[in-house]
């Protein structure tokens, strides 16, 4: 059973349209995404199933790193305008392949002074 809410159901399906997304409505409304699920679920609203991005970083695709390792790509990433760690991580590594095995297609072409 879900627990009482005092916010009217249709400001909540207003909140998730605008926004796009749960965690969307949650920034907009202040109230838990899953909270917020929960009601409309219980509402009759139909909420979307996120499609998951192929190139996102899923648990099944990790690549563990040692502390050190960590702190070096944070810098790296910082003095080559990357947006972080794992985005330069990526980097560095489709240039590793593509050292190796030349007929590796880089999935980012940022340039970097790596």
């Known amino acids: 059973m879900v627990a009482a809410l005092k916010v009217d159901p249709?400001?909540?399906w207003a909140a998730y349209q605008e926004a796009g997304s749960l965690r969307g409505a949650a920034r907009i409304t202040g109230i838990?995404?899953?909270?917020?699920?929960?009601h409309l679920l219980a509402n009759g609203y139909c909420i979307d199933k996120?499609?998951?991005?192929?190139?996102s970083m899923s648990p099944k695709f990790k690549l563990y790193c040692r502390p050190e390792q960590?702190?070096?790509?944070d810098e790296l990433a910082l003095k080559n305008g990357v947006r972080g760690r794992?985005?330069?991580?990526?980097?560095?590594?489709d240039k590793a392949i593509a050292a190796i095995d030349p007929s590796w297609e880089e999935a980012d072409k940022k340039q970097i002074k790596a």
């Not at 794992?86 to 590594?93: G, K, S, Y």
């Open 50 to 55: 996120p499609e998951s991005n192929p190139q």
């Open 70 to 73: 960590f702190e070096k790509l």
């Open 32 to 38: 838990s995404h899953m909270i917020i699920r929960k």
């Open 86 to 93: 794992h985005e330069m991580a990526r980097i560095l590594l």
């Open 10 to 12: 249709e400001k909540l």
